[in-house]
């Protein structure tokens, strides 16, 4: 499984938008890359995930490299709601496991 | 997305005896469901992975007859603590996989059981 590296913590203030990028060097070709949100006490929540590319959703967008050793996760506007910690997976596509890194903790202030 | 429930949510038990969480995917079947522990400020640690039908496979230093996985069907996955001791109090998360035939398959998590071995 592919080990993944991410900030421990970013900062930002309501209405900003917020990028946090995960380095996954050594993905292999059946792997993909999934973004949860986590708050305490609370399981993960999925929010995006993608192989290459550009991929968006309601809530986020997710940027992939042509050479997939790294994701951004970007997040529109965010309010003090999104106050939570982030993890980047990569996720085997046959094995379906993934590992957990230690995640970013993003603290949104007013 | 897909819902996934665990139940309880929160449970107390005295040392030496055995809890059982229940996890279930409530709008689709799920060949393979996994679960986690966490303990607090840290990530979530993978302990083992359940499929339907077979043995679960457990992550190197999970003890399987401690933590006994029983995957009966598409939809349940029970995970059974033994004879619990105080440092088995953690946050039991379990995830069930979505999709398959080519598609990405997606993770979904259940909101996690609170374990506390007095």
């Known amino acids: 499984l592919a080990k993944t590296t991410q900030p421990i913590s970013m900062d930002s203030y309501e209405g900003q938008e917020v990028n946090i990028t995960c380095s996954h060097n050594?993905?292999?070709?059946?792997?993909?890359i999934t973004w949860y949100q986590q708050f305490p006490s609370q399981g993960p929540r999925f929010i995006i995930q993608?192989?290459?590319t550009k991929v968006t959703n309601e809530v986020a967008s997710l940027f992939i490299p042509a050479d997939r050793k790294s994701s951004t996760l970007s997040l529109p506007r965010v309010s003090l709601s999104d106050t939570a910690v982030y993890y980047c997976l990569v996720v085997n596509t046959n094995a379906g496991k993934s590992t957990f890194g230690d995640g970013t903790t993003l603290t949104v202030k007013p | 997305g897909a819902v996934v429930s665990q139940h309880p949510s929160w449970v107390i038990c005295k040392s030496g005896t055995s809890v059982k969480i229940e996890c279930r995917s409530l709008d689709f079947q799920a060949t393979t469901m996994f679960w986690y522990r966490q303990f607090p400020k840290q990530s979530l640690m993978l302990m083992a992975t359940s499929n339907e039908g077979s043995k679960a496979t457990y992550e190197q230093g999970v003890e399987k007859d401690k933590f006994l996985i029983n995957h009966a069907s598409l939809t349940l996955s029970t995970l059974t603590v033994t004879s619990a001791h105080p440092e088995d109090s953690s946050f039991y998360i379990c995830s069930a996989r979505e999709g398959g035939g080519g598609s990405l398959q997606t993770q979904y998590f259940g909101p996690g059981t609170r374990l506390t071995v007095l």
């Open positions: 993608g192989y290459k």
């Open positions: 050594n993905i292999a070709t059946n792997d993909y």
